[in-house]
């Protein structure tokens, strides 16, 4: 194992990088873990080094609260997963973060920068980006032409570039040099000339991924990244997510898929009928029964963990158990509330 005594210095799989699935991450990893190892598994807790930080926000539809969010940290150079039933308001709260969506109340910084009222691209100007569920890439671009929409300060710097022909076509000129680059990474160069409609689901999500690239993000949000992807390319999209650790990025993603969930994040932050009901390491997240009882309450489409399964089955057995032993009697409580008896 090399020594890598700088832990935020140049990345050895930068340039190089082949598009060979990343290891599991080397120093930025064990210190996003170290940094987070001592915290208190506890709902608001303080970061020692929040990127971004959301105080009061919420957002209502009609008489739905889809998101109240008293108080949330993001940890720097960490993955955060971000994770609870259908409904529970994540997609909304990416939106609210990333400028897609307005709360009703509240506020949130990167930096300590208020990103509040700000448009989207304002938002990637400052280095927050977010990647979506639906795969956004206009499917009558060409892979290419997608990449460059990603490039920072399209808009009105574009105009004004074009009336200094000679910026302007340096700036081209390095932009499809950066994205050649990323997508020679995410495996997708031979196809920069295809319509982005007729790549696989996967290959989208890649794009998506890579794009988001484009703007040189300081925080990056993944929404449901793995959604839909085939076996083969979910361990290259892991390792991708990985890599962006390893460049010194904060990661948040949403995931259904409790393994990737305890394979890639630092830190797990858990949302239900708009609130964050519980925060932790990953380890922490499966032993807590708000969290179970929020997934068995929700009848979400989403697979039980394997812990939540096992928790089930104990429970049942011990009903089952309890009633062999009292011959009948099922009126006995001493286990607990839950009855599976009708
Ligand atoms: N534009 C909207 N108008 C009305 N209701 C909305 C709107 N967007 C979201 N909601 C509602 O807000 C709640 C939270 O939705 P959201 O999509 O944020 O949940 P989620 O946790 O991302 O769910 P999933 O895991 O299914 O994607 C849901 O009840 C949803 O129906």
Do not use: C
């Not at 194992?1 to 990343?22: I, L, Q």
Request: charged share 25%; no cysteine; proline share 6%.
């Amino acid at each position: 194992m090399p020594a890598d005594p700088t832990p935020h210095g140049a990345t050895a799989s930068g340039a190089g990088s082949t598009g060979a699935a990343p290891g599991d991450g080397g120093a930025p990893r064990r210190l996003a873990q170290m940094a987070l190892r001592d915290l208190p598994w506890e709902v608001g807790v303080a970061k020692p080094d929040p990127a971004v930080v959301v105080d009061g926000v919420t957002r209502t539809f009609g008489g739905l609260t889809a998101v109240s969010v008293d108080h949330l940290e993001i940890q720097r150079g960490g993955i955060t997963g971000l994770i609870g039933p259908n409904g529970a308001g994540k997609t909304t709260l990416f939106n609210l973060l990333t400028g897609f969506d307005q709360p009703d109340t509240g506020t949130w910084s990167f930096n300590g920068q208020s990103l509040g009222k700000l448009a989207p691209h304002q938002v990637a100007r400052l280095g927050v980006v977010r990647t979506f569920q639906l795969t956004k890439a206009l499917s009558r671009l060409t892979v290419l032409q997608n990449m460059l929409l990603g490039a920072q300060g399209q808009r009105g710097e574009s105009f004004l570039r074009a009336l200094v022909p000679g910026t302007w076509r340096a700036q081209e000129k390095a932009n499809t040099e950066k994205a050649m680059e990323l997508l020679r990474r995410f495996k997708l160069d031979a196809k920069k000339d295809d319509f982005a409609g007729t790549l696989s689901g996967g290959q989208r999500k890649l794009l998506e991924m890579a794009r988001a690239l484009m703007s040189d993000p300081k925080v990056v949000m993944l929404d449901e990244p793995m959604a839909g992807v085939n076996p083969a390319l979910t361990q290259s999209l892991l390792g991708h997510v990985k890599d962006l650790r390893e460049q010194g990025m904060t990661v948040i993603f949403v995931e259904h898929d409790m393994d990737v969930v305890r394979d890639i994040s630092d830190w797990v932050v858990v949302m239900a009928a708009g609130r964050i009901i519980a925060e932790g390491p990953p380890e922490s997240i499966s032993q807590n029964q708000a969290v179970v009882d929020a997934y068995l309450g929700a009848h979400h489409d989403a697979p039980l963990t394997v812990e939540e399964e096992d928790q089930v089955l104990a429970q049942a057995e011990k009903a089952i158990a309890r009633e062999e032993q009292t011959d009948g009697d099922v009126l006995s409580t001493d286990a607990g509330p839950e009855r599976t008896e009708r």
